[in-house]
């Protein structure tokens, strides 16, 4: 009898123990969890990342990287390179078309993880946009893109000469700050014109 | 009797020591302040954000300013015009300097002008450096044993938390306190 006692005694501590478990577990969930948010947005994120040179659909649209070209503009600081990129985005239906008045944020990440958003000192190509939704100019207002109909517009980036060959393009919504789509060009950025800024 | 004397003897040690201790307590100032990489002029100090490198540092009574389309001005002060040269390269993703001060060894803090465009409003990108300047108009006082002082980095972004225990750098400026009659700055391009 006197040998079982702290047998028992053991065995309700380790029950205990074992109850704590859960117990701990819960708590850190209730701590974390809130900042769950709130870690994604400092993060950056989840992209969605389609294949090398094809199209992702994000926010109801198709997304497709046009085009991404590096050139030496005047006026860059040394050892850097201006970059442009053209982005094609064709809306799905009329309430994506409509997503996109409010206004896209490209930027551009290297290999490294550093991440460049578009730069106005450079303007790249004189024939493209800079907004995604197109434009009607007798009223100077964002108009909604058709569905089905693609629209072109640009991106341009200033970003030092060692990360030009592993960039991708990044698409945000300002109404979706966390989700994006990460757009892979299916080689290497080719030397393009000299930006028209 | 004996154990009640010990009780209160025992309690007119301690609650004067839980008094004591509980005065030493950082505030929540102290506890959640940035924490500072130092260094000092001329050495590249590194932090999360980006790295910065005091260039040079001067004093003047006067302040002379390149601004753009070469237009120049001339600023007096009532006290003294510190000008920082610095060099900064963002690190992983575009951010401005933030809040850039200059401390003085009584602990008053002196933010940099905002009467001119300085280094710490410029956007800086990462792998690219950019060199520029700060100016700050402090009493004489003040001016020897300046330390300048970096926090809160400034993302272009929706959303970042605090800068409570966030980056800071702190480099000792070495000032003796002497002011030359004019000091000169070149407003930054942003």
Redesign the interface.
Known sequence: MNRRAPRRRLSRQLWYALGLVPAVAALVAVQVVPKLEQYDLVRGGTPIVPQPGAPGTFAGSSWRLAELTWSDAEGLPPGSKAVTAVIGVTPGDEAAGRELIKGCAAAVRDARERLWSAATSVKGRADLPTTCAPFDESTFTAVPAEPGTEVRWQASFVVPADAVSSLRVEVRLAQRRVDHVRLTPSAAPSAGPRPAG | MRKALLTVGACAVLLPLIGAVQRLQPDADRVYRPIAATGRIGQEVRTPPYTVRVDGVASGRELRVAGFLGKTSRQAAKGVWVVVGLTATA????VALGRVTLRAPDGRTFAATDRFTGLDTVTL??????SGQVAFELPAAAVKGAVLDISRPAY??????SGALGPAVEIELRLDGTAAPTVSMTEADT
């Open positions: 690190t992983q993703e575009d990108r990462p792998g690219i450096p950019v272009g972004d929706v959303f970042r938390p």
